[in-house]
């Protein structure tokens, strides 16, 4: 595999303002998103992959560029993006992955199967597992993908991206979403057009929908007291597709939003043109 040298410093000179994209924001970091430029001027760069999965590719005015979704698991340092150029040759673009440390939350849950399930639970969660596994990983070709969202709903955060968190005093997942403190019963409006991949009732996230936009970008939106959308409906931006509740696990009604890009949870408030409220 041939490696593209690069002159300088390394960030520098492979990203690209977003403002060039309208967004999502670069911040190559654990559950950020990273915005490498792809120097294949003329053809559309193919088979672009990232840790092996497919990655979107947004033309810009420099030629191609690719906006890669950064799992929050991942360590800090050199990483590489792979890609073919129209002759079919296979080549690499290293970029930097930045440090980034998440506060810590603490939360009581009444509940105490939502955080010690019992078999019967372990079986239904594993199932659960498969189904969202499949909804995440939809790749739907698109050649022009939005990238700017609007907020699902019109409410201040309760909790924020990546939060380290305690369940019951018990370490569990970092939270891989945006909880919005909307009341019950109000109305979750999607926040670009996309087709919905899945939807149902699940243990830990509750009533749940899935949404495709196209070229692995997926959002998720979960706890809802009622679904009004199906696998299949094509949705466009603000339409209703159900409305907030508290189902699953939960402390209180909320909406808690996801944004899954190339299979990796990030930050879904790097994809709002104005961050949430606070």
């Known amino acids: 595999m041939r490696e593209i040298l690069l ?57 191609w560029a690719a906006v890669i979704g950064i799992p929050l698991s991942i360590s800090p340092g050199r990483k590489l993006l792979d890609y073919e150029n129209d002759s079919g040759e296979r080549h690499s673009i290293p970029f930097v992955v930045e440090a980034k440390e998440y506060e810590t939350q603490r939360l009581v849950i009444a509940n105490e199967r939502q955080v010690n399930p019992n078999e019967e639970d372990l079986r239904r969660i594993s199932q659960d597992s498969k189904r969202i596994g499949a909804a995440l990983s939809t790749w739907t070709a698109a050649a022009d993908v939005d990238l700017e969202f609007s907020a699902p709903v019109e409410a201040p955060q309760s909790s924020p991206f990546g939060l380290r968190r305690f369940f019951n ?60 959308v199906q696998p299949g409906n094509e949705v466009e931006r603000g339409a209703v597709i159900g409305k907030v509740g508290a189902t699953g696990r939960v402390t209180g009604a909320h909406l808690h939003w996801s944004v899954s890009l190339n299979q990796a949870m990030v930050d879904p408030a790097l994809f709002l043109a104005e961050p949430a409220s606070p």
């Open 169 to 228: 005093d018990q370490p569990r997942k970092p939270h891989s979403g945006l909880d919005l403190a909307a009341p019950a019963g109000t109305p979750i409006e999607a926040p670009a057009a996309g087709t919905v991949v899945e939807a149902g009732d699940f243990f830990f996230n509750g009533n749940t929908v899935f949404i495709d936009h196209g070229q692995g970008l997926v959002t998720m939106y979960c706890h809802m007291s009622e679904i009004d």
């Open 7 to 63: 002159v300088g410093l390394l960030s520098a000179c492979v990203t690209v303002p977003a403002a060039e994209l309208r967004l999502p924001r670069h911040q190559p970091v654990p559950g950020g998103v990273a915005i490498v430029q792809i120097p294949s001027p003329d053809a559309m760069p193919t088979n672009v992959r990232f840790q092996g999965s497919r990655v979107l590719v947004r033309e810009n005015a420099d030629g």
